[in-house]
């Protein structure tokens, strides 16, 4: 029986992939803030990013390492700088312990000169990926959506509750969405290989942003007024509702990314699932309760 090690097998992308493991009739392992937390058959570990040796100890006799651990932005101390050590530290304790194959979720168009931390930080740890001497596959998604979502399904659920829904800039830059199940299958299948492996993983179809807020307010019936709004207006507005949600929203560099058009990317897709499929088959629920990102992953460093 093959063992394997998927950060966050408790957590949105983790528990896909690892679920996948589990019925191909893989032993998996996790590593979590609170081992405690965990229930079922997969087997958890600490995060020990003090004790190098003792975080090898959770990869020795594992074959492939499904890495899902980020930040999906700067809150107090914890930044993409330290995201960025310890992705390094996983993957040097993965090749530590003679783990055969990373599996790693990057980002799509990352780059070491980026003005956003999020993107400068994902390439930096890609890098750390390429030189820690196992094979590797790096997958790069943008904008997830099926299961526990966290961005398409709020926006569903601000157009529930909004009488006006503000779209910054002229909402003409593109979005090319994945199904988690998507990413999750081509992970797997990934794994299983031993070539090295960079691989954007968009969606089958795109939109413009501006096009797919209204295809969502029309597919779950609501009667939002949606509108262009200039960026400077359109901040404060995402604040006032972080406020009320005790959430952050949007981060002003998701924003600006998201104008400059990274949430898009060239290549094949990476499955077959359309949003607008999936949209129509669950227009009555989407987006009827909130997905707070704070509460849900922050604290464990497990955005993806």
């Not at 975080?55 to 980020?70: I, M, Q, S």
């Not at 107090?76 to 050590?85: K, L, P, Q, R, S």
């Not at 990934?190 to 501006?210: H, I, K, Q, S, W």
Request: neutral net charge; glycine residues 8%; aromatic residues 8%.
């Amino acid at each position: 029986m093959a063992t394997d090690l998927v950060t966050g097998a408790n957590g949105y992308t983790g528990s896909f992939v690892a679920q996948r493991l589990l019925d191909a009739g893989h032993h998996v392992r996790t590593l979590t803030r609170d081992p405690g937390s965990v229930v079922g058959p997969v087997e958890p570990f600490p995060y020990r990013f003090d004790d190098a040796e003792a975080l090898a100890d959770a990869f020795r006799g594992v074959d492939t390492f499904y890495n899902t651990y980020w930040m999906r932005f700067v809150r107090g101390t914890a930044t993409h700088d330290v995201a960025v050590t310890r992705s390094r530290a996983l993957v040097t304790a993965a090749a530590r312990a003679g783990v055969r194959r990373v599996v790693h979720v990057g980002i799509m168009n990352p780059d070491v000169r980026s003005p956003y931390s999020y993107h400068r930080g994902k390439a930096l740890a890609e890098q750390a990926v390429r030189e820690a001497g196992p094979s590797f596959a790096i997958v790069r998604p943008s904008v997830l959506f099926g299961g526990n979502e966290v961005l398409l399904n709020n926006i569903a659920w601000l157009l529930r509750h909004l009488h006006v829904f503000a779209v910054p800039g002229d909402g003409r830059y593109p979005v090319r969405p994945t199904h988690v199940e998507d990413l999750a299958d081509l992970m797997v299948a990934l794994g299983a290989r031993d070539d090295d492996v960079v691989r954007n993983a968009g969606g089958p179809e795109t939109f413009e942003f501006g096009a797919l807020v209204r295809l969502i307010r029309d597919a779950i019936g609501a009667r939002a007024l949606v509108v262009d709004l200039p960026r400077a207006l359109v901040l404060p507005l995402t604040r006032l509702v972080g406020l009320v949600t005790r959430d952050v929203t949007v981060h002003p560099d998701e924003l600006d990314s998201l104008m400059e058009g990274l949430a898009s990317c060239d290549g094949p897709a990476a499955g077959s699932r359309r949003y607008t499929d999936f949209l129509a088959q669950h227009r009555e629920a989407y987006g009827r309760t909130y997905t707070n990102e704070v509460r849900r992953n922050f604290t464990d460093g497990e955005a993806h």
